[in-house]
Structures are given as structure tokens and as C-alpha cells.
């Protein structure tokens, strides 16, 4: 270890120069830097320079994928399926399998109709805010209860829609309601949209939130997007026995406009396949707008969002993912497989590596989740005394540690970083904590 941080020492930090050079070979806009060009810029300097980096750019997860995806998967294979068109709105096992699910740890009662698998919740989350922004004239703009996972945002830009954002760190509770009820006022909210727990300040949506904010909904024809990426990954309390209180707070138990998206990758580390299942609403499903007739010529709902949207993107989702996901859905769903105990890994980490930021001079920016302290989960939000998010992100790039901005997910808390924990393992936790110390010791004016 000695001779190994004896190096890292040597090559960090970057000289100013260098990081100049690599920004005019690449031609990136270092005020603006999307996620997969920090990626590579980290990956450029590593291998120019010889700096090892810890990755916390990314929302990569790191778990390995069940073998009970492996083995429906590769049986789907054996029997030729990937020859075959899918169904377009999803395979019956799936379908099945999702209704089972969204009862033992939504509690939520539903019909095969009302599952609709897609490629990824990112397809899920782009086809919603399509029709949100057009299932009434005039309404084309998407709330967002901020911060927001950057491409969301960037799907509302490329849709043609118009955004606006509330954040999480300002507004919670009855202030947080109130606000929501300020901008719907202009009669222009389509769609309302968030994630819980909250990419990447790891907050959580309550109950009276939920409630509060299905009532505007349905009051206001306005369509609500639940983004559960990271379903049951509050590890403050243990939703992991299905059937059985609590349940994981949603949207569905309250309110008639919603769709609720539930994603693979981080719950069921199965990020490859872009398998995902978005549950919509039973009583949207069936409800007819006349403005999704002039969008995409189909007027019921459900009919908008599967014939409409996914089957114009991608015709369906993979074939042979589907089981796999089905697979899973229903050994979670029987006790067989504790998703939330195998992600619960992901806690423990950030929970160390928040303690070594702590430690060597940094601020937890979203500290709080109401009156409780914020679980530890996917993310941390940090900060650092006397600098602004960009430059600290391109400083920290500096001595091999890649982040990205909270600004570029619509934070208002400009001075923060998003840090992803998923690709830090215990072993690596050492460098980690080198990293910080000589950044620390280099920037002791700051503190």
C-alpha cells in the first residue's frame, strides 16, 4: 500500500495544463459537461497520465445480476424466442408477474393491462411525458420536483415541451403542495414528474405528499410520473416482505392520473437488457382524450401509450429480457428473492463514503429528508467550502474523482456534486480516502 500510494501521490493532482489540453483536444464545453463526457474525460487522463480514478460519474449499478434471470433468460434463448417479435405491449408472464408485484409491495390492485413492459424506465419516462404534454391543448409543460436525473429533462427538450422545477431542498410537506398549487394555476402543467427515493438527494416523497399531489392531478387533468428507479431502496425502513406493511409509499394508492415506472437496473441489477415494466393508472388507462387522437391516433390512454409510443419507438421490449425480469418478479414476489436485502449493499457503502468526505472537509448538501436525516442509498450530495459545483468537479477531476453537477439535475444548490457510490467497493475505499486527504491538504484556505 505504501509504494502504491507513494505513486498516487506523485501523479495527483493533474497539472492545470494538462486538463486544458485534454479539453481542447476533445472539444468538450468544460462549463457543460454531460455525463458520458465526464466518463470519458476521466477515462482520457487515466490513460495519458497514469491516475487511477474512483467512478462516482455514473449511475452504473454494481451488483451482480440474479441467477435466476440467467437461467429464464438462456431458457427463453434454448427455445428460439429471440427469433421472434414480442408482443408489443409485453409478454403475458411479465404482465402477470408485474400484477403480482405491484400487489405484494405496492398494494396496488391491477390488471395484466395495466403492465406494460418497456426498454428501460427511460423509455417509460419518455413516452408518459409525450402524452402528458398532449393529452390536453395548451397543457405542454412537465413539473419537476427537482433534482431530476439530467436525461428526463433532455427527453421534455427534445419532445418539444416546455419544463419547470421545484426543489426537493426548498419546498417539502404542505410548503411543497402549495408551490405545485402556484404553478398549476397557469392551467399549463401537463405532467407532474419525480423519482423516490429522490435521484440523487436520496429524499422520499410521504404519504400526505402523495395524496396531496394525486388530488391536484386529478383535479387538474394533469398526468403524475412516479419514477420508482430505485423501488425499495430507503433502507430507513424494510419494505423487503411482500404482502406485508409497509408497503412503498406510491401514488397509485391515492390518485386515478398516474403511471408509476419501475426500472431493473438498480433494484434487480439488470441494467443490461433495458427491461422495465411502467403500471398505468386503471382508470387512465381506459379514459379518452381527444387531443391524443390529433397526437398519435389513438384516444384511449393505454391505446396512446402502446400503440401510440412504444410500439412507434422500439415495437416492444426484448423478448428474451422479459422472462428473465418475469422470473425475478416472481420470486420476489414469493419470498424466494430479497431484492431490497441484496441492494441494502448499496446503503453500507455510501454510508462509508459519506463518512470519508465528512471527514476530509466536505458538506452533505440535501442533509435532511423532512424531520429525518437522509437514508444513505445510491447517491450523496456534496459540497465543498469556498467552491462552486463546476469548478469542484473539475478540480476534483484533477486528483481522479469523477462526479458530475447537481445543477445539471436542475438543483437549485449550485455549490453541489452528485456523487454515485455504486462503483466504490470496500477495497476501494483507501484510495478513496488518500484522494480526499491530499485534496484537502491542498485546499486547507477553503476550510
Known sequence: MGNRWSNLAENIPL???HLDEIFNETGFNSRNLSIRETNRLATIINKKH??????????????PTSDIAKKAEKEAIDKGLQGFYPPFDGIPELKNAGCEFAKAFLDLDLENKHIIPTCGSLQGGYISQALAGNMIKGKRTILYLDPTFPVTRYQAKFL???????DLYDYRGEKLINEIKKHVLNDQIGGILWSSPNNPSWSCLNDFELKEIADICDTNEILAIEDLAYIGMDFRKDYSVPFSKPFIPTIGKYGKNWITLVSASKAFS?????CAIAIISPHINEKKYGNLKKFCDREQFGHAFSLGGLYVTTSGTSHTAQYGLA???EAATSGEFNFIEITSEYGRRAEKVKEIFLKYGFKQVYKKDMDETVGNGFYLTMSYPGYEGNDLMLELLRY?????TLKSTGSVRHEGLRVCISFIGLEQMPTLEKKLQ???EDHKWNL
Open 400 to 404: 481522479g474523482i469523477s462526479t458530475i
Open 270 to 274: 439488470f441494467p443490461g437488457p433495458r
Open 327 to 329: 422470473k425475478m418478479l
Open 438 to 440: 491530499k485534496f484537502m
Open 15 to 17: 497539472e492545470k495544463q
Open 160 to 166: 418539444g415541451l416546455k419544463s419547470i422545477g421545484i
Open 50 to 63: 497514469n491516475i487511477e480514478f474512483v467512478r462516482m460519474e455514473m449511475g452504473i449499478p454494481n451488483i
